[in-house]
């Protein structure tokens, strides 16, 4: 399973986010994080499009949870920063995206099926609150 940075920093910006009881701006964010700005005000962005967060603009804007971390699963959190739905291999959800038709004989793909499987439900499974 490929998960960037971007997911790191959205994870751990969230949990600062939540732990907060006012907008957190993305110059503390980064600085408490020692990422980039720029990378982080685009994560936050994608988060905040989906309704993961809710932003405020000004000198006491900043991002708040739009919802409450239980209903928040950390799945939609990598879906949303990634792009995609987070797989153990491009094929794993199904034979049909194995490249080179190797479908025919692909003695692995069960077994990363299952794995991906099992991925997707400990995702949907967990959520912020889990985490902070």
């Given at each position: 399973?490929?998960l960037t940075?971007?997911?790191?920093?959205?994870?751990?910006?969230?949990?600062l986010i939540?732990?907060?009881?006012?907008?957190?701006?993305?110059?503390?964010?980064s600085?408490?994080?020692?990422?980039?700005?720029?990378?982080?005000?685009k994560?936050?962005q994608?988060l905040?499009k989906?309704?993961?967060l809710?932003?405020?603009?000004?000198?006491?804007?900043?991002f708040v949870?739009?919802?409450k971390p239980?209903?928040i699963p950390?799945?939609?959190?990598?879906e949303?920063?990634?792009?995609k739905?987070p797989?153990?291999?491009?094929?794993?959800?199904s034979?049909d995206?194995?490249?080179?038709n190797?479908?025919?004989?692909?003695?692995i793909?069960?077994?990363?099926?299952?794995l991906?499987?099992?991925?997707?439900e400990?995702?949907?499974?967990?959520?912020?609150?889990?985490?902070?």
């Amino acid at each position: 399973m490929l998960l960037t940075r971007a997911s790191e920093y959205a994870l751990l910006s969230l949990i600062l986010i939540a732990r907060s009881n006012k907008p957190e701006g993305v110059d503390l964010l980064s600085t408490r994080l020692n990422i980039s700005k720029s990378f982080l005000a685009k994560i936050l962005q994608s988060l905040a499009k989906e309704g993961i967060l809710k932003s405020y603009k000004g000198a006491k804007g900043g991002f708040v949870l739009d919802r409450k971390p239980e209903e928040i699963p950390i799945q939609l959190i990598l879906e949303v920063v990634e792009k995609k739905h987070p797989l153990v291999f491009d094929c794993s959800p199904s034979m049909d995206s194995c490249p080179n038709n190797r479908a025919q004989f692909c003695m692995i793909w069960p077994f990363l099926n299952k794995l991906q499987t099992k991925i997707d439900e400990f995702l949907d499974n967990i959520t912020l609150k889990d985490i902070i």
